[in-house]
């Protein structure tokens, strides 16, 4: 069994790829840090939602998560 898959295809799913990659380890990274407070007083659940939840769940992160100190 032989699949092809378009290229034009993979030039649309590659920048996806790498972009959700980028929110994940970022938004990860930002949750790690010991000063940074959440919302919710939960890392753990915040972390789940920015592993779990795919391109939205870093972004829910970035705009609700977050409280500043």
């Known amino acids: ?3 092809s898959i378009d290229p ?3 030039l649309l ?8 990659l980028g929110l994940l380890v ?6 790690t840090r010991p000063e940074r407070r959440v919302k919710g007083d ?3 659940v915040w972390a789940l939602i920015i592993i779990f939840i795919n391109i939205i769940g870093p972004i829910l992160y970035f705009l609700v998560g977050r409280e500043e100190s």
């Not at 799913?13 to 959700?20: A, F, G, S």
């Not at 970022?26 to 949750?31: A, T």
């Open 1 to 3: 069994m032989n699949v």
């Open 8 to 10: 034009t295809i993979l």
């Open 13 to 20: 799913i590659i920048p996806i790829l790498v972009i959700q």
């Open 26 to 31: 970022w938004g990860l990274y930002d949750l």
């Open 42 to 44: 939960s890392k753990v």
